[in-house]
């Protein structure tokens, strides 16, 4: 009675959709046998650091370097006056807007690259670097978005003098970007009229980084012999860098190889390109010898890639039952002093507007003005699709202030607002079409496991004693997310449609190789994408290599951030699986001659229908493929699918945090967290629920402490490990996960993408929380981070502390 | 994150040390555990011409008792503190302030001596010293002199030794029997410097505070002794109004400067939360 089923052995066997099978990638990694950009060396190989500047407004008087150049083992100092016969001292950005490589006779941000010193080490390098000097006159900085745009301002940009049309319409101010807006104002307006309650809220979502353990850094390598150029590079979309290169150095692509090694995570610091990656290619071109470039931790979290800075005030209208009536949203985003922003061309904002959330909102409109200020430039979506955690932030903390007016319980009125199941497929009031949604039992499963109720009578009574030592605040988020960017009806980047790819050849033996356009940096790829082809297809994982992020040997894609790995390029895994399966099936109906309708997939294998005795292995296929094939039928098994999606996904959770607030100091400890998660279909549910761990976290760390201030000189403060937050496992809380299934209706198998989810809807769950605890007196906002200095004033000013 | 060129010595003998510190003088620095040394060489605040390792000098490194007197080789690294059954027993607060240091990879680098030398407000020894009431072996050309924790603290990276002078131990008397004591830290995560923290030493006679000794860190350019809050104690019952008036002057004698942490006033007001803190816990850990 011992016996396994053979099926099961076989479904076993092939580790497919479903299956917690262990991460391909570890193995690698815990043994220190990765390879990451810092552990290529090259012969002959240089090491290249920039000049940067102490000053975050300043003009450039003059630039020496014959003191650098002059010493020993300093193979070229690079300024903008180098750059500029090549047309290279300014790059254009993602958004549609310019950057200076190297600073343009005016530096507009503290640390802003302002010379490039190529040296035989990196010791040289650093040394030669404090040799270059540099005279600046110091000008008055502008840190602040909102006097940025008042009409006595410092002028940021002078190179945009007279240019009163950007890359996204009217610019109305001299450090004024853009404004975006979406949704029918005059409905909104005549909502917000007639509605018997409104609420109105300030909300600031502070400048953080996304800080990836492995910094950004390339070395960079022309062989001027065969005329290519090899770069390999920290990058999140290494086929969007090779067009860039391509665009900016006139060097033809099919030249250009870019090479995203192992990557120590990205979290949207790795997807554009960046001052640095440009003056080591420039420096290995015109010195013949490879360069290498390597950010230092400061340089990281202080130039390359900040996210949010987004100042927010949202109003919800409501009836007096709490069923909201309409969203008005108005947003200052401060995109720092270049428009770096990463966001699909269309849309400056990303998908902000995906702010109307998990609620049927009939009426909204939004507006979102950028903004330029001495500040280092990004904007990218830091674990995220694009601007989604602030639009959830915005309407998971709105709707909290609604329910504390109105006296609803926080759970009860999301209830109220839910989009219903059967509106899905739903269109949003600012133009979104949600795919698939089952919020209710979702809220409803969550409040059930935590206690809901019970944890609202503990929190009352704590209330009503005024010698407990802590308050206790509740959280809920019930957000939705949208990523799987995109359709390229609404997304391009650079013009380029947001497709992605998938190749896959089967070998004689039955193995295979599959290569996509997208790059792992700690999702999981390899492990994943290879169930999916096991269940699709019918080949073990275990067979199954996947390999990514080489521009020579992978099609096209346009890489991984904003969760599109699985909603994209699984897609393209999915359907190139079942192109090869389709033509498995000819082939197995020719080798047992029989009609290839006869045939009927089963796991790994063909058989005939109603006789299944009678069946081809998908090995033996393989084999046949390439020595039996029926006539008229092209040799081999592989296929390639580039897969544009018909829609987003919407995935979406319900996530539930408690927290106790010490009084005396202000420390906040998250006492229990509860995170449903409905991602669709699960490929790998231990991956997911790693995904899911390290997203929360994240978020953890977003919501207690990560920041970067500035001061009124433009000075960055907090960029070092010091005082930048990464939370280790001592402060780390225990994470409780659950899950409900909602598949995508559009997607192949149905699955929609988890990675950002956590981050997304743990922030304002956190930030529902503390604010909970503070609730019954009268509070209804306080800003991230909620560290322990900051709530303590809060008490203070409550007249609670200690 | 490279720091300037410098010349590396690893010498292996107390007065091997002390002819290279008197061949050097001030190009010279005394690499101890590195971790706050390093990092300012290498963001090039701190750029010594020479670098005198006492790594390699075994005689710095231990922790024994003679008599009463617990002796710790200023060369002790933070994680043999932790480690210590000799501490757990006679001295443990010691380890409870080691234990709240950074994380294991600097504990098994950092060492005591380094800590107490270095001169930080925001190290964690200097108050813990204050506290014990300990003294400090320095060693330079004219031999050895001993130094009290009190006259050793002169200001912010400013201390009683001399540059051509070794720290080659630490010696603290044992606390009576029945003594409580505690380290109460606040900071904003693992690795970090105190916010404030609070060193008590404290003994109680018939229920009334016999003797106590507060040590702060970080509130100050110097670790300081909360010596009002002392006086204030002494003689009384620990009971809540007195653990509160307790924290409160020791507030008032705070001069903390402003950091990302917090302000001057949130500063002052921690140190008295940490002070209330230590207390309550010293004194549950109080005997007879």
Known sequence: MNEISPDLSRLERLEGIGCARKRREDPRFIQGRGTYVDDIHLPGMLFGVMVRSPYAHARIKSIDTSRAKAMPGVQAVLTAEDLKPLKLHWMPTLAGDVQAVLADGKVVFQNQ??????????????????????????????????????????????????????????????????????????????????????????????????????????????????????????????????????????????????VSPDIGGGFGNKVGVYPGYVTAIVASIVLGRPVKWIESRNENLTTTAFARDYWMTGELAADTDGRIKALRVNVIADHGAFDACADPTKWPAGMFHVCTGSYDIPNAHVSVDGVYTNKFPGGVSYRCSFRVTEAVYLIERMIDVLAQKLGIDKAEIRLRNFIPEEKFPYHSALGLDYDSGNYAPALRKVLKAVDYDGLRAEQAAKRADPNCPTLMGIGITTFTEIVGAGPSKSCDILGIGMFDSCEIRVHPDGSAIA?????????????????????????????????????STAPYGLGTYGSRSTPVAGAAVARASHKIREKARKIAAHLLEVSPDDMEFDLDQFRVKGDPSRAKSMKEIAWAAYNNVPEGMEMGLEAVDYYDPPNFTFPFGSYLAVVDIQKDTGEIKVRRFYALDDCGTRINPMIIEGQIHGGLTEGFAVAFGQELPYDEQGNVLGGTLMDYFLPTSMETPHWETDFTVTPSPHHPIGAKGVAESPHVGSIPCFSNAVVDAFAHLGVTHTGMPHNAYRTWQQLRDLNIAG | MIPRPFAYHAPETIPAAIALLSDYGDLAKILAGGHSLLPMMKLRFAAPEHLIDLGRIKELRGIDMAGDEIR??????????????????????????????????????????????????????????????????????????????????????????????????????????????????????????????????????NGRCAAVSIGLTNVAPTAIRAEAAEAALLGRALDDAAIAEAGRLASEGCEPAADLRGDEEYKRAMAGQMVQRALRTALSRCTG
């Open chain 1, 515 to 551: 290569r996509m356009g997208t790059i792992s940096q700690g999702q999981g790829h390899q492990t994943t994408y290879a169930q999916i082809i096991a269940t699709e297809a019918g080949i073990p994982a275990s067979l199954i290599n996947v390999e990514e992020g080489d521009t």
């Open chain 1, 113 to 258: 690259e302002v010379a490039f010193v190529v040296a035989d080490d990196r010791y040289v390098a650093a040394d030669a670097a404090e040799l270059v000097e540099v005279e600046y006159e110091e000008l008055p900085a502008v840190v602040d978005p909102f006097k940025a745009m008042q009409p006595g301002a410092p002028v940021i940009r002078e190179d945009l003098a007279g240019k009163d049309v950007g890359a996204h319409g009217a610019r109305r101010h001299h450090n004024h970007i853009f404004n975006w807006q979406i949704g029918d104002r005059d409905r909104t307006d005549r909502a917000f009229d007639a509605a018997p309650v409104t609420v109105k809220q300030e909300m600031l979502y502070p400048r953080v980084h996304p800080c990836p353990l492995e910094t950004c850094g390339c070395v960079a390598s022309y062989d001027a012999v065969r005329g290519d150029l090899t770069v390999w590079i920290t990058s999140q979309a290494p086929h969007v860098v090779r067009t860039v290169v391509g665009l900016l150095s006139s060097i033809p692509e099919s030249k250009i190889r870019i």
């Open chain 2, 72 to 205: 710790i080789g200023a060369m002790t690294t933070e994680r043999d503190i932790v480690a210590s059954s000799l501490l757990a027993e006679h001295l443990p607060l010691l380890v409870e302030t080691a234990r709240q240091i950074a994380d294991p990879q600097v504990r098994s680098k950092g060492t005591i001596g380094g800590d107490v030398a270095h001169g930080d407000p925001g190290n964690d020894h200097p108050a813990v010293m204050l506290a014990l009431g300990a003294h400090l072996v320095l060693v330079g050309p004219g031999g050895e002199r001993i130094v009290p924790a009190s006259e050793f603290f002169l200001g912010t990276y400013a201390t009683a030794i001399e540059p051509d002078e070794v720290m080659t131990q630490i010696r603290i008397m044992r606390p009576p029997a029945g003594s409580g004591s505690c380290y109460a830290k606040l900071k904003r995560k693992t690795g970090d410097y105190a916010t404030a923290a609070a060193a008590v030493v404290l003994r109680m006679e």
